[in-house]
């Protein structure tokens, strides 16, 4: 035998030389949820470890993850039955709960990126992304109520929106309305293949999201398919996108590796609310060691091309890395 590749794993010194993926807190993007209210915060059950925080109680949250060394967020609002509508016309009221949070965190830490979320959802008492008419998600109608969320939040602070909606057209329709307003310099992290998933259920109870009827599949990916996740990356890019989102992560390696190599734009991968539980669930009930599986599951997302990880493990990961 002349090549014997275990020379290389021989200890830990070689192994570490020939190394190819590495982790860093700077990878992660740590998704946050806030609520009205004060000096609260609640587990969600779904998801162990991960809270709600009103919005006093969420600046020490970030200030605390801003020590350990995690520089990005993401911020979704849980928002009362009572203000949601059709038309989802709280997401851009300037006195509602979000855009008051999005305005105290970038005042308080103008040094971080934060990512807010453009799509109705949080605020339709239909539960859907768009906007419902006899049973339709109308993809056109819904365009004018996100340029004016991402214009609100724009407003309201925001440097770097996330339209996790999946209309047709929304990265150009948004660029076009944020450029108009004035806001050339915020920048738009496409959810570029978000497909249609059972992993964001723990997601749906954090926000009390869930839609009223039907499903996502009408504007949401197809799970089989990995060639239309091209369609959408280069009607991204075209539009104007800054990075493309891949959205889940772990059972997508394959898209985020697809679109890593079709693409010059940044890649971001979106480790989402099952996934996290499902290695939460298993490491309850001593099945798995939960630190090891989740140190594989972030490399292997790095690993196959995303630079930016947007994880509920951010905080525990960082947490390790200074112990
Ligand atoms: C909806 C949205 C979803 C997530 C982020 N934004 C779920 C959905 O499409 O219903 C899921 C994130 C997660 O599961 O962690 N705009």
Redesign the pocket.
Known sequence: MLQRPRRNRANAVIRSMVEETRLSVQDMLF?LFVMKGKQQKTEIKSMPGIYRYTNDLLLKEIEECVQLGIKSFAL?PQVPESKKDSLATESYQSESLYLQSIHEISTRFPEISLLT?V????YSSD?H?GVVRDGQILNDETLPILAKMAIAQAQAGSRLI?P???MDGRVGYLRESLDEAGFSNVGIMS?TA?Y??A??????D??E???KFGD?KTY?MNPANRREALIESELDEAEGADFLMV??ALAYLDIISLLRENSHLPIAA???????AMIKAAAQHGWLDGEKAMLECLLSIKRAGAQVI?T?FAKEFAQLKLS
């Open positions: 998704p979704f979320d799509a109705m959802d949080p539960g992304d996330g996790s909606d999946m959810y978000k249609a998933s992993f964001y259920g723990p997601f749906r954090a926000l999201s869930a839609p996502k949401q959205k889940p979106y480790n989402v609310s099952g996934e996290y947007l509920y």
